[in-house]
C-alpha cells in the first residue's frame, strides 16, 4: 500500500533488505535528509527519484556506512548499519556492490585488473578461480574484448558497465546504483537499464537505484521512493505512484511546469 514514509511492515519475514527509520543529514547546519523513513523489499528493483539536491546519493551511502547520520537509523538484513563494528562493516561492504555515476574505475589498471580487484583483495581464489569469475562478468556487460584496454579507452558507457561488472564479481545480495544513467544518451540508458534488470532477475539481488530520468525508472523500477526537501513524498509501487492525487507527486513523474515544484 502506498506510504508517506511511515512503515507499512515489519521485516520479520525478511519482506525488506533495507529498512530506513527516521534519518536526519546535516552538513555545515543544513540540513539534507529531515526525517527519512522507507523499506526496500528484498529481491526487486527499488529506485530514488527526486530533484536535484534532495538527498538521493546521500541517502545511498548511509546503506553502505560511508555516512553516519546525525539521528536515526538504517538496518540492512536486520542489521543497524551505524552500530555495526569495523569487522562487521566489511563484512557488509563485501555483499554489496555498487557503482558510482563514473564507474570509479582505478586508472592506472586495465580492465581485467579493474574488475578483477574486488576478488584479490577479499577471497584468497587462485588466479584461475579469479579469470573464470572475471570473464563471466564481463561477457554478462558485454565486455569481454576489451580486457586490456585502460579506464582512459573506454567510453563513457563501457566504463559504466565496466563498473557494473566490478560491483558483480563478489555475487552481492545488494546491488546500489548512483545514477547510472548520468551522462548516457537515450538509448545508451535504455541499454543499461535492460541491463540492470537482466542481471538482478538473473542473481536475484536485491536492487536500489538513483535516476533522475522518469522513464528509466518506470521502465526497471519495482518499487519507487520520491523525496522532496529532505523527506519522503511517497513510496509504493509504479502503479500507485502513477496513480497518486499529491500534486508534487504528478509534477515530477509528468514534468508538469505548474505545481509546486520551482527552480530555486
Same mark, same amino acid.
Given at each position: 500500500m502506498l506510504s508517506n514514509g511511515e512503515p507499512v511492515a515489519s521485516n520479520k519475514?525478511? +519482506?525488506?533488505? #533495507?529498512? &530506513?527509520?527516521? =534519518?536526519?543529514?546535516?552538513f555545515e547546519g543544513r540540513s539534507v535528509l529531515d526525517g527519512v523513513t522507507c523499506q526496500i523489499p528484498a529481491g526487486k528493483i527499488? &529506485? #530514488?527519484m527526486g530533484p536535484s539536491g534532495t538527498g538521493k546519493s546521500v541517502l545511498l551511502r548511509h546503506v553502505v556506512g560511508l555516512l553516519y547520520p546525525d539521528s536515526g537509523d538504517v538496518t540492512v538484513a536486520g542489521k543497524s548499519v551505524p552500530n555495526l563494528s569495523e569487522d562487521e562493516l566489511l563484512e557488509l561492504r563485501r555483499n554489496v556492490g555498487m557503482l558510482f555515476q563514473d564507474g570509479a574505475l582505478f586508472s592506472s589498471m586495465n580492465l581485467y585488473d579493474n574488475v578483477a580487484f574486488p576478488l584479490r583483495q577479499h577471497t584468497k581464489q587462485s588466479e584461475r578461480e579469479i579469470k573464470e569469475i572475471v570473464m563471466q562478468r564481463l561477457e554478462e556487460v558485454g565486455l569481454s574484448e576489451s580486457v586490456s584496454k585502460m579506464p582512459n579507452e573506454l567510453s563513457g558507457g563501457m566504463r559504466k558497465r565496466a563498473g557494473f561488472a566490478r560491483? =558483480? &564479481? =563478489? +555475487?552481492?545480495e545488494l546491488l546500489l546504483f548512483d545514477e547510472p544513467d548520468s551522462g548516457l544518451d537515450p538509448v545508451r540508458t535504455a541499454l543499461l537499464c535492460d541491463l540492470i534488470k537482466q542481471i538482478q532477475q538473473k542473481y536475484k539481488s536485491t536492487g536500489v537505484v538513483i535516476s533522475h530520468d522518469i522513464k528509466s525508472c518506470f521502465n526497471i523500477g519495482d518499487h519507487i521512493i520520491l523525496l522532496y526537501g529532505g523527506k519522503v513524498v511517497e513510496q509504493g509501487s509504479k502503479e500507485e505512484l502513477q496513480r497518486s492525487t499529491k500534486p508534487f507527486t504528478q509534477q515530477f513523474i509528468t514534468g508538469a511546469v505548474e505545481g509546486p515544484l520551482g527552480m530555486e
Open positions: 519475514n525478511g +519482506e525488506y533488505m #533495507v529498512e &530506513v527509520k527516521d =534519518l536526519h543529514k546535516a527499488s &529506485v #530514488v560491483a =558483480l &564479481v =563478489l +555475487e552481492p
